[in-house]
């Protein structure tokens, strides 16, 4: 049985005023929140007992023994599952980011929360740890971002920061910084180092120009067949995971 | 100004039952919509005076010059734009898709209208012009998946049928059967042809036992590092979209 306090306070963590004040964000599901706590620290789990039957020890500050009936009152889902987690903020330092050494993923103003969370997902597959935000890009603690990483918050660490400034930084290192242009070069055909930055833009505008113009490495996905001029664009999560995969596939 | 009786038509085509019984479906936007005029029979047409001033002549049963709140009332979006369109089914015929001359996508028991909007924009990008889905793959007319094409539908053609039935004919013609398993071979590494049948399944189960038994051609999307255990899985769109772009990237 949970409280109404505790169902307003998870239903206040749907905005991100709420979730940055408390340092607090919501994950649901049987798999997913399975998969979140060996990584975040858990303040309250809401859980079926056949749920927490599956579990070892579980380590939450407050297990909440749940009916459906609770879980339905504080889902952020249409389809409930047996299990709501409120997680504290994680400790991810910028610095840990090596664009030197690894592939470092950027977006720049990526505006819808599930297009973020499926970023996340693919970035796990790829083994892509670190991605470098613009500060206007959706909050991956915002309830669709996390369910669309299917747990891969649980292994991709995701950071805020201004991107001029980010850039400019590596780049003067000697880091390489890809982007996606309509006039950029055929990526198939382009050298790929396993190391740099990888610059993503907002769903409709692109990535902006002045941080554009920091990508010295101008790569396009060819479309097929190349002389039509029918097919308008693919969406950034579609055109980031060619972009991975592509990447990786010059590793292996 | 829009009636009453029209606000409600358009709100009943949320359903599929009765996008159904009427053989419309509703698309929004002011690019979508620009888009699928020359492909689709339009029924009704909901704008602005400031849109319609920006397009030729425009070919629909009814015109209606709207106000903001017009748009606003009838829309299903969040953020309406200019101009919202009652569209006519378009006569697709499933025999005009022919896997031995060209890739043909197969859907099976995709679940999310906005994977399936997705996937047929990609669709689009990579010249698939057919997409064949089993009948309980979300509808294309959803107004979801409708937006998430974003235009893609002007060019690509999606059709409902039993999927082993189909597959099986085709098999026996000597058209190739991909499909992706966890146990599959190395997608970079296999010989892939410029037609076939791809066949992608559902978001949690894959694809059904008996449609996996016809596939003879088992790929596997591999995740970097390969030691690795802890990345999960891909979203359908985007392992559709790894896929695609693997089998042009063979052609360019």
Same mark, same amino acid.
């Given at each position: 049985m949970i409280s109404k306090n505790k169902l307003k306070y998870i239903h206040s963590l749907e905005l991100k005023k709420n979730r940055m004040a408390e340092q607090v964000f919501v994950?649901?599901?049987?798999?997913?929140?399975?998969?979140?706590?060996?990584?975040?620290?858990?303040?309250?789990?809401?859980?079926?007992?056949?749920?927490?039957?599956?579990?070892?020890?579980?380590?939450? /500050? /407050?297990?909440?023994?749940?009916?459906e009936e609770d879980i339905r009152k504080a889902s952020f889902l249409k389809s409930p599952q047996d299990v709501l987690a409120v997680f504290r903020y994680p400790d991810w330092k910028l610095e840990e980011a090596n664009p030197k050494e690894e592939l470092v993923l950027v977006l720049d103003g990526i505006q819808d929360p599930g297009n973020l969370g499926t970023i996340v997902r693919l970035a796990d597959w790829f083994g892509i740890e670190h991605l470098v935000c613009s500060p206007d890009t959706a909050d991956i603690f915002n309830p669709k971002s996390v369910?669309?990483?299917?747990?891969?918050?649980?292994?991709?660490?995701?950071?805020?920061?201004?991107?001029?400034?980010?850039? =400019?930084?590596?780049?003067?290192?000697?880091?390489?910084?890809? *982007?996606?242009?309509?006039? *950029?070069?055929?990526?198939? /055909? =382009?050298?790929?180092? =396993?190391? *740099?930055?990888?610059?993503?833009?907002? /769903?409709?505008?692109?990535?902006r120009p002045e941080v554009a113009a920091l990508a010295d490495e101008r790569l396009y996905i060819p479309n097929y067949p190349q002389e039509r001029e029918t097919a308008e664009s693919l969406n950034v999560a579609i055109a980031t995971a060619i972009l991975c995969s592509e990447f990786r596939r010059r590793l292996l």
């Open positions: 994950a649901e599901g049987n798999k997913l929140v399975a998969d979140m706590l060996p990584a975040y620290s858990c303040k309250w789990l809401l859980a079926k007992p056949c749920w927490m039957a599956t579990q070892g020890d579980i380590k939450a /500050e /407050e297990l909440i023994v749940a009916e369910q669309a990483t299917m747990g891969a918050l649980a292994h991709v660490k995701v950071h805020y920061t201004d991107l001029t400034d980010y850039i =400019r930084q590596w780049k003067a290192a000697g880091v390489p910084v890809y *982007g996606t242009f309509l006039d *950029g070069d055929n990526l198939y /055909e =382009r050298t790929l180092t =396993r190391n *740099g930055l990888l610059v993503m833009g907002n /769903e409709g505008n692109g990535v």
